[in-house]
């Protein structure tokens, strides 16, 4: 299955943090470039993030990927004790193929992904039907290049060759 991963990073050595996510997940199919986005939401004050997306193919379960996630969010020593406040690793399960998934703990596709657009532009990289079909109107702008830089959320467009992989 194709497992498309959000990642991002607002404290510490953001590009490392993301570089080792990256490492973590071995079997990556895809890598976005990397984002440069404004924190939306959460206190005042936490610095810009980076975000990007990964396509990430396993055979295991989406329980298990998202244990796989959460141990890695713990080898950055994700601080949990401030809602959505700075992090220095946070992974998203946004969509697995067309799979849909609804409990308490575990909700695929991701349902806030649609709204982020430092979620779908990097989608619309590596995966533009799943961004068509998680909206649209996002996917739209996009395809027509008028979700520039400064736009929203978006501040700046990094090289994925930052990571060094
Ligand atoms: P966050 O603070 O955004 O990292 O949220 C983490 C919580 O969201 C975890 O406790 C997960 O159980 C839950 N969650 C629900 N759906 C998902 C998903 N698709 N990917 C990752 N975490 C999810």
């Not at 996510?21 to 924190?39: F, G, K």
């Not at 055979?59 to 406040?85: F, M, T, W």
Request: glycine fraction near 8%; aromatic fraction near 6%; proline fraction near 7%.
């Amino acid at each position: 299955m194709n497992y498309v991963i959000a990642l991002g990073s607002n404290l510490g050595d953001r590009v490392g943090y993301l570089k080792l996510a990256c490492q973590e997940l071995e079997a990556l199919a895809a890598i976005s470039s990397i984002y440069e986005t404004l924190p939306v939401g959460g206190p005042e004050g936490q610095g810009p993030y980076l975000n990007m997306v990964v396509i990430y193919e396993s055979d295991r379960s989406p329980r298990k990927v998202l244990e796989e996630c959460q141990r890695i969010e713990g080898v950055a020593r994700r601080c949990r004790n401030e809602y959505h406040g700075p992090r220095t690793l946070d992974l998203d399960i946004v969509a697995v193929d067309t799979l849909v998934v609804e409990e308490p703990d575990l909700v695929i596709p991701h349902p806030r992904a649609k709204d982020r657009g430092f979620v779908m532009a990097p989608i619309y990289e590596v995966d533009p039907a799943l961004a068509w079909r998680l909206s649209p109107e996002i996917a739209a702008l996009l395809e027509h290049q008028l979700w520039q830089e400064g736009r929203e959320i978006i501040t700046g467009v990094w090289l994925k060759g930052q990571l060094d992989l």
